[in-house]
């Protein structure tokens, strides 16, 4: 690998450079997203195993519970009776919704030092976002 | 399949895909998609679906450090994804009507080729740290898309700035489109137009790259979960496996050369893809 030894450009960091926190903050968000992710599947998956004893890979390939728990009504209903495919299916919310909470807090950042475009662009990312999955998704199932 | 044997095996499977994936800075669906298809008879869809639940939890897992570093640049990678959500937006959506038109075969061929595509990519990634900075283009001036970060190898401060944001905007949606579409990160398109279209360096376009998988990934994730497409059954040992794989993956890839990953990955893919597109073909 060859390094090209540059001049430092004449327009080095942008004008507003974000705040470390900002920094700080997604890193935890990334992180404590992920973990509890993990931590529900986690427990989900020993769940399942323990509740299915002698069950087959093709009886769960052939049977998927997740319609019923995307509603709020649906979701809530199975955590409160104990629901596994309930457990496994908020775990999942979470993961999906990690890297969305990531770009609202990067608007929250953009928004707090003024940067209208970049503020604009990060709220549209997330409307994008929100669109995709509470429209889109359920109209063409 | 006994069930607790499959939910190990999967676990095991995640963990190398996570890994590759994280080494490779391309999100590991591209390995995981086609075993689940080919070892563990998943259709193509579910395979898909739960393809976009490995690039989560790579993203999350490698792109955290990445932040903390300072490495990923948030302004540049949230530039991009007004163009790659969009993209996996329509990708998702025209897979789930290819499924429902019961094109599943023709979707796995196109994955196949896809997957084929994407390895010139990942042999031609410019072999330059740093590049040499051109004139800003005026989009990117006007956002302020440059910054800094500390190079350990070089020892010192590394200033930057995006050249040209129209071209790699355009790349980016193309990049949406096929992740969305097959699940997979297309972090090769992504670093591409970061590398070549912005002249960014290549510590800087890797890390954002992983950065933007995360969302790109998400919005797909959204589509094809809220149309069921997703097992939870599946997913989730695939979820933990890939998390632990990118976890030693991150901590490996400092002792390792691009080169060394880029040999490992480049079989494996190979197989993997001639695999699948025979099995959309009815031969395998």
């Given at each position: 690998m060859t390094t090209t030894e540059v001049p430092v450009p004449s327009s080095g960091p942008p004008p507003h450079p974000l705040p470390a926190e900002a920094y700080d903050r997604m890193t935890l968000v990334l992180r404590l997203g992920l973990g509890i992710a993990l931590a529900i599947l986690g427990l989900g998956v020993v769940a399942y195993l323990l509740q299915h004893p002698g069950a087959s890979s093709s009886e769960v390939l052939s049977n998927n519970p997740i319609l019923t728990y995307l509603s709020l009504s649906g979701l809530g209903s199975g955590l409160?009776?104990?629901?596994?495919?309930a457990v496994l299916t908020l775990g999942l919310i979470v993961l999906v919704a990690t890297p969305i909470v990531r770009v609202a807090s990067g608007l929250y950042y953009f928004r707090q030092g003024h940067e209208r475009a970049m503020a604009g662009i990060a709220f549209a990312v997330l409307v994008l976002l929100l669109f995709g999955i509470l429209v889109i998704g359920p109209l063409i199932r | 399949m006994d069930l607790a044997l499959f939910v190990l095996l999967l676990v095991l499977v995640a963990i190398l895909a996570g890994f590759v994936g994280?080494?490779?800075?391309?999100?590991?669906g591209g390995v995981m998609i086609p075993l689940l298809v080919v070892v563990f008879a998943t259709s193509i869809p579910v395979a898909i679906g739960t393809g976009f639940v490995t690039i989560l939890a790579t993203s999350s897992a490698t792109g955290s450090t990445y932040v903390r570093d300072r490495l990923s640049d948030i302004r540049i990678g949230m530039f991009l994804e007004i163009a790659t959500v969009p993209g996996a937006l329509l990708g998702a959506t025209v897979t789930v009507f290819l499924t429902h038109a019961?094109?599943?075969?023709?979707?796995?061929?196109?994955?196949?080729?896809?997957?084929?595509?994407?390895?010139?990519?990942v042999l031609s990634r410019r072999h330059v740290e740093i590049p040499v900075p051109g004139p800003q283009g005026p989009v990117a001036r006007r956002l302020g898309l440059a910054g800094e970060y500390y190079d350990r190898f070089l020892k010192r401060t590394v200033p930057y700035r995006a050249a040209r944001a129209?071209?790699?905007?355009?790349?980016?949606f193309s990049a949406g489109v096929v992740s969305g579409m097959f699940g997979i990160g297309a972090g090769a398109l992504k670093v591409l137009a970061l590398e070549r279209s912005m002249n960014l360096p290549m510590k800087v376009s890797t890390a954002t790259s992983n950065f933007m998988i995360g969302v790109t990934a998400a919005a797909g994730a959204g589509v094809m979960l809220s149309a069921g497409y997703v097992n939870p059954v599946v997913a989730a040992p695939v979820a933990i496996?890939?998390?632990?794989?990118?976890?030693?993956?991150?901590?490996?890839?400092?002792?390792?050369?691009n080169r060394t990953v880029r040999m490992i990955y480049v079989p494996v893919v190979v197989v993997l893809s001639v695999e699948v597109i025979l099995r959309g073909l009815g031969i395998a």
């Amino acid at each position: 690998m060859t390094t090209t030894e540059v001049p430092v450009p004449s327009s080095g960091p942008p004008p507003h450079p974000l705040p470390a926190e900002a920094y700080d903050r997604m890193t935890l968000v990334l992180r404590l997203g992920l973990g509890i992710a993990l931590a529900i599947l986690g427990l989900g998956v020993v769940a399942y195993l323990l509740q299915h004893p002698g069950a087959s890979s093709s009886e769960v390939l052939s049977n998927n519970p997740i319609l019923t728990y995307l509603s709020l009504s649906g979701l809530g209903s199975g955590l409160a009776n104990g629901s596994v495919g309930a457990v496994l299916t908020l775990g999942l919310i979470v993961l999906v919704a990690t890297p969305i909470v990531r770009v609202a807090s990067g608007l929250y950042y953009f928004r707090q030092g003024h940067e209208r475009a970049m503020a604009g662009i990060a709220f549209a990312v997330l409307v994008l976002l929100l669109f995709g999955i509470l429209v889109i998704g359920p109209l063409i199932r | 399949m006994d069930l607790a044997l499959f939910v190990l095996l999967l676990v095991l499977v995640a963990i190398l895909a996570g890994f590759v994936g994280s080494l490779t800075g391309l999100g590991g669906g591209g390995v995981m998609i086609p075993l689940l298809v080919v070892v563990f008879a998943t259709s193509i869809p579910v395979a898909i679906g739960t393809g976009f639940v490995t690039i989560l939890a790579t993203s999350s897992a490698t792109g955290s450090t990445y932040v903390r570093d300072r490495l990923s640049d948030i302004r540049i990678g949230m530039f991009l994804e007004i163009a790659t959500v969009p993209g996996a937006l329509l990708g998702a959506t025209v897979t789930v009507f290819l499924t429902h038109a019961n094109l599943a075969s023709a979707l796995l061929i196109a994955l196949g080729v896809v997957l084929l595509g994407t390895i010139p990519l990942v042999l031609s990634r410019r072999h330059v740290e740093i590049p040499v900075p051109g004139p800003q283009g005026p989009v990117a001036r006007r956002l302020g898309l440059a910054g800094e970060y500390y190079d350990r190898f070089l020892k010192r401060t590394v200033p930057y700035r995006a050249a040209r944001a129209r071209p790699a905007l355009a790349v980016m949606f193309s990049a949406g489109v096929v992740s969305g579409m097959f699940g997979i990160g297309a972090g090769a398109l992504k670093v591409l137009a970061l590398e070549r279209s912005m002249n960014l360096p290549m510590k800087v376009s890797t890390a954002t790259s992983n950065f933007m998988i995360g969302v790109t990934a998400a919005a797909g994730a959204g589509v094809m979960l809220s149309a069921g497409y997703v097992n939870p059954v599946v997913a989730a040992p695939v979820a933990i496996g890939t998390a632990l794989g990118a976890f030693f993956g991150s901590r490996l890839l400092p002792a390792l050369q691009n080169r060394t990953v880029r040999m490992i990955y480049v079989p494996v893919v190979v197989v993997l893809s001639v695999e699948v597109i025979l099995r959309g073909l009815g031969i395998a």
